[in-house]
């Protein structure tokens, strides 16, 4: 009996030693938490990005301070960093934009001049405001188009409500929330057909319209949340074109439709460059001890529109991953690999900055161990695919096993997965043959409220789920770097494509535009 109590003892004892051993802490990725959640530095660099240089629209001067911010950022931390000019790019800087409303009554607007478009006089332009007409055919149109000559033309379609959905659905009837629906269609559907019959898009229509003389476009790029529009870029070249919130724009268009002849002045404030200006790319690195020539990757793109400030689209990104790479060289300063973050520009007209990459570093691309992509908002990490590389799991299965539960619990994981064709600056890479991955996050209301939007805030950013998505990265770019193995990069048999009976293809490398904005 005593021999069996020992042995039961000894084997207790063996147990308790073993379980200790599987569970035995990693002091790197112990340090790595600490550091995050004890010194973060995220609300800085959210408040000095967004708040103090503000939106980061290619060929802007808010462009280049940002580039020359995060050099400085990252020097000041101990790592290396450079702005390497990949293109060039249609140089413009916003100034002020005032509209008011002078007739029937006075009142100020919400609005705001798109991307790149015209300024107007110093002392504003006062005209009255129009909207499109009802034609039989184009021929018509073309009839109608002097009509416009010295006027301010609506040309987005009226929204019948600036409730969102979900908002109906709360507290609407539903014979009253289907009615609105089924009204809302009918109109879109009326909007898109008068744009075929007079024979323009949205594009083609405001260049039209200069060319007959209109004092300005008028347009509403309703975002189906409240108070939100999405802002883009103009397209005329001499007449300012102006985005204006749903709710000034409706009371616009009632006016005009009722004959009340409204009329608004318009101050719009912009300068052009007279030669394009160059564009780069911000990378910085920490360099590997035992396998400098190969690299962990991350990526981000740096650019933004500038109806708000980029906040998520794509700031949580940019100062997540440098508040990676500064952790990392705080906790892990000599990696196995070469960690290497690129901020990329003009990522919203096509990929262009990671895509001069591609092109420009084929001796990094054919070197790289794992890229680890952030794009979409502020939200913690919930989605990540193994971009059709075929053994994916093996080893993102190894690296992510070392991430705590509480931050890969609601991570959904896809593998081998299907390759981005697009989207965002990990498909440059994955075109390329380099496994890049996407860290998908959660929605916050993104598509709505704050991608491409005149609300993407510094006040939107979740700081907390971005704090998780810096341990996640920080993590992984670890644990690829002390990785013995080098990651595979064979392909999946992609699925069938229903259309053509055969298998999809792999994307293609798709060259950057180098000169972009420009004729």
């Known amino acids: 009996m005593r021999k069996r109590v020992q042995f039961l003892l000894a084997l207790l004892l063996f147990t308790s030693s073993l379980t200790q051993a599987q569970v035995k802490k990693d002091p790197v990725i112990e340090n790595i938490i600490k550091e995050a959640n004890n010194d973060s530095h995220l609300e800085k660099l959210g408040h000095e990005l967004m708040d103090v240089i503000g939106p980061r629209l290619v060929g802007t001067p808010g462009m280049q301070n940002a580039h020359n911010w995060a050099v400085d950022k990252y020097k000041s931390w101990g790592i290396p960093a450079r702005n390497e000019k990949w293109g060039e790019w249609r140089g413009w800087e916003r100034g002020i934009t005032h509209v008011d409303m002078v007739s029937p009554r006075v009142k100020s607007l919400e609005a705001m001049q798109l991307a790149w478009s015209p300024a107007t006089p110093a002392k504003g332009v006062t005209a009255e405001v129009i909207t499109l007409p009802d034609v039989q055919d184009s021929v018509a149109f073309q009839k109608w188009l002097p009509n416009a000559k010295g006027k301010f033309v609506m040309i987005s379609m ?25 009204e809302r269609d009918a109109q879109s559907e009326a909007y898109r057909k008068k744009l075929n019959t007079i024979g323009y898009n949205t594009r083609t229509l405001p260049v039209a319209l200069e060319k007959a003389g209109a ?40 006016l005009a439709e009722n004959g009340s002849k409204p009329k608004i002045k318009v101050v719009a404030e912009s300068k052009h460059a007279k030669n394009p200006v160059p564009t780069f790319n911000t990378i910085a690195e920490i360099k590997g001890t035992e396998k400098p020539e190969e690299y962990v990757m991350l990526s981000a793109h740096f650019d933004s529109w500038d109806g708000g400030t980029g906040a998520t689209d794509n700031g949580t990104g940019t100062i997540m991953m440098m508040e990676v790479m500064r952790i990392l060289k705080e906790v892990y300063p000599n990696p196995k690999r070469t960690i290497l973050v690129g901020h990329w520009g003009s990522e919203e007209q096509g990929l262009n900055g990671s895509r001069a990459f591609v092109e420009d570093h084929p001796e990094v691309v054919k070197n790289i161990q794992a890229l680890f992509n952030q794009d979409n908002g502020t939200g913690r990490v919930a989605n990540i695919s193994g971009q059709g590389f075929l053994h994916s799991y093996d080893y993102l299965g190894r690296w992510l096993n070392a991430v705590p539960r509480n931050i890969t619990s609601s991570i959904e994981t896809t593998f081998p997965g299907t390759p981005g064709g697009g989207g965002s600056d990990h498909a440059s890479f994955v075109a390329a043959g380099a496994p890049a991955f996407s860290l998908s996050s959660l929605s916050w209301s993104y598509g709505n409220y704050t991608w491409h939007t005149n609300r993407d805030t510094y006040d939107k950013i979740v700081f907390d789920d971005v704090r998780s998505n810096v341990i ?48």
Not at 219 to 247: C, H, Q, R
Not at 475 to 486: G, H, K, T, V, W
Not at 505 to 517: D, H, L, M, S
């Open 158 to 182: 009226y929204q019948p409500t600036g409730r969102p959905d979900y908002n109906w659905k709360e507290f609407a009837t539903p014979e009253s929330f289907e009615k609105m629906k089924k």
């Open 215 to 254: 004092a300005g476009i008028i347009m509403s790029n309703w975002s189906s949340g409240f108070g939100v529009n999405k802002i883009f870029s103009a397209y005329t070249k001499k007449i300012p074109t102006v985005d204006v919130a749903l709710e000034d724009y409706g009371m616009l268009y009632r």
């Open 472 to 519: 996640l990265a920080a993590i992984l770019a670890y644990m690829a770097s002390e990785d013995p193995e080098s990651t595979s990069r064979e392909k999946s048999v992609l699925p069938i494509n229903s259309r053509t009976g055969e298998p999809m293809p792999w994307p293609q490398v798709r060259p950057a535009t180098r000169k972009g904005g420009v004729e």
